[in-house]
Every structure is written in C-alpha cells, then in structure tokens.
Nanobody, 125 residues
Framework: QVRLVESGGGSVQAGGSLRLSCAASGYTHSSNYMGWFRQRPGKEREGVAAIYTGGGNTYYADSVKGRFTISQDNAKKSVYLLMNSLKPEDTAMYYC??????????????????WGQGTQVTVSS
C-alpha cells in the first residue's frame, strides 16, 4: 500500500509561484511514475506533469510547459511541483498520484493506482 500526502497549496496572485510537495510512504517500488494532476472547477481531472522515478524523465501538459517543473528526491520519497508564472486558470485542486503507466500514457488517470487527498491552489487576477 502506498500513501501520498500533498502540501504547499495556497492562494497567490497571478504571476506568482507556489511549490507543491508530495510525500510517499509504504511500498512504492511497484510505482515507477509519480504524477501531478489537477481538477479545475467544473472540469475533469487532468494530468499536469509526471516523472519517471527510475531515470528522472519528465513529462508536462502543454498548458504548463515552461512554467511548471516536476522534480523528485528519492531519498525522501518525495515529489515536487514548482509552479511559476501562475495564471487564474491554474486554479484547481492538485493531486499527487503514483503508478506505472506506459510513458506515452503518463497523463491517463486510470494508469495511477494511488492518490493523495489533494491540495487547493487558488490564483487571483
């Protein structure tokens, strides 16, 4: 079983930055990808970024490329999402997830077995 706990959400003005953290505990060896997803008001949950924990390869949604950076600290079993140049449309509940997707399906929700409880990010204009 894997437990994921997110932190770091909050309210920020447009153009600002936030850093989300996700701490994993339990048996994580079967999950070689960690991903960040978000669910905006009235929208379906969508993939934002993912990292292959074995080699550090990273993947991003087009909407966040160049603004968000996913990183990991394997020793701490933690994954981070640094969000710069935030926009009001980034307002969402952000979730951390662990799974073993094929790399081209990194953004697919069904590829992830474990989910955190979410952390709210609100960006005001």
């Amino acid at each position: 079983q894997v437990r994921l706990v997110e932190s770091g959400g909050g309210s920020v003005q447009a153009g600002g930055s936030l850093r989300l953290s996700c701490a994993a505990s339990g048996y994580t060896h079967s999950s070689n990808y960690m991903g960040w997803f978000r669910q905006r008001p009235g929208k379906e949950r969508e993939g934002v970024a993912a990292i292959y924990t074995g080699g550090g390869n990273t993947y991003y949604a087009d909407s966040v490329k160049g603004r968000f950076t996913i990183s990991q600290d394997n020793a701490k079993k933690s994954v981070y999402l640094l969000m710069n140049s935030l926009k009001p449309e980034d307002t969402a509940m952000y979730y951390c997830a662990a799974g073993a997707p094929f790399w081209s399906r990194w953004y697919e929700i069904y590829e992830y077995n474990y989910w955190g409880q979410g952390t709210q990010v609100t960006v005001s204009s």
